[in-house]
Every structure is written in structure tokens, then in C-alpha cells.
């Protein structure tokens, strides 16, 4: 285990083997998927970057269907009154299509904590007119927030803690590890120093 966790929460081999299901869940409730056709249809995965890339990159090859991928970038303003959501697309370091007609899209993050992030992100996909827009999440935090909040799959429910790992970082450090823990207190508050 790195020195900086508390503890383990989900080991790399856990995690390995709930994403392959979750694809699995996710094309089965896809529209159409299983209608027997001779294509299923296209989807587009739009991972919220950066938390999402090695749970993106790990989802995605267990989808073999036709797909063009297109990724996110939002920023967080926390404290600030000038946003009323807290959260911004950051359009420069985006490039998803302005106009989604026809596109089967599935947004894919890290984490649900408060809800503002997807929130930001569903609302702004909708109003480019996708055929249908589905979301999925690694992990959700058991905060009434997380649980309220409408996401079609998400992999793991975890208690209410900083968590780092598998993409997931603290101040930018520890998305390379490859198992999901919690932070120590003592490591959070040395980068804060
Ligand atoms: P929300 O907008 O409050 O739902 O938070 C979602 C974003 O906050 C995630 O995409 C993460 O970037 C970040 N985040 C929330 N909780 C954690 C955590 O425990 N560890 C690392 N990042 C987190
Ligand atoms: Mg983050």
C-alpha cells in the first residue's frame, strides 16, 4: 500500500473486473443494443477529464462497438459567487461537437460527490441536441447529494471520504496508483503546507 493511504478501499483487481461488468450493463441497456440488428449503434464517450482517463481508457475497450470519442475538460470555482453552478466547461480544452444530433453519448467521470460537475456537464450536452445521453461514474459517495442525484451506472458506492487512485487525484499526485484509497490526513495536509 502507498504510504500516503489510509487504507485500501478497492484493489486494482477488483476494480478490473467491475468496469468489464459495468461495460457490459452499459451496452446492454443501450439503446437498441440488443435489438438484433446488424450494427449496433455508434456511441460517443465523453470522459470528463482529467479524473476520468484510466477508468475511460479501461471502459472503453471492453465496448467494441463503432464509437468516436470526445473529451471534456470542466473547471471548479469553488467559493466563487460569480457562477451560480461552481463549475465551468472549459471549451478550449474541450472538443466535443457543438451539434450531437443523432449521437448516443455517455459521459464518463470519476467521481459523484456534490452533483455540480455532472450537473454543469449534462445540462450543456443536452442543449446540443444528442439522440440520447446516458452517464456513468467509477465511484459515488454515500452523501445525500451523490444519492440523489439522477446517474444511470455507476461501479462502486464508497463511503464519504477523500479518495485518490486510478485516476482519481489530490492536488494532481496519486492518479497512478493503481488501487483506490483513502487519503491520510497527514498527506493532505502536507501538500496544503
Ligand atoms: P462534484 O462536482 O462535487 O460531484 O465532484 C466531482 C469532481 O470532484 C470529481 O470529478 C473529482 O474531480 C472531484 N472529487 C470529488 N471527490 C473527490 C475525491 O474524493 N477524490 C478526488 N477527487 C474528488
Ligand atoms: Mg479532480
Known sequence: MHADLDRVLIRADDIAARVAALAAEVLHDWPDALDGGAEPPEITPVPLMTGS????????????????????????????ATTSQGV???????????????????????????GSTLRAV?????????????????????????????????A????????????????GYYRNLPDIGVLSQSAIDAHRQ
Open 156 to 171: 462502486f458506492d464508497i463511503p464519504d471520504a477523500f479518495v485518490v487512485g486510478y485516476g482519481l487525484d489530490y492536488n
Open 53 to 80: 482517463f484510466i477508468f475511460a481508457a479501461d471502459l472503453i475497450r471492453h465496448m467494441p462497438q463503432m464509437m468516436q470519442i470526445h473529451l471534456m475538460s470542466v473547471s471548479s470555482y469553488p467559493g466563487t
Open 88 to 114: 465551468q466547461i472549459d471549451r478550449r480544452k474541450s472538443n466535443v461537437p457543438d451539434d450531437l444530433t443523432g449521437r448516443h453519448v455517455l459521459v464518463i467521470d470519476d467521481i459523484l460527490d456534490s
Open 122 to 154: 449534462t445540462d450543456d450536452l443536452r442543449q446540443r441536441n444528442p439522440a440520447a445521453l446516458k452517464t456513468c461514474v467509477l465511484l459515488r459517495k454515500q452523501r445525500p447529494e451523490a444519492l440523489d442525484f439522477p446517474v444511470d451506472h455507476v
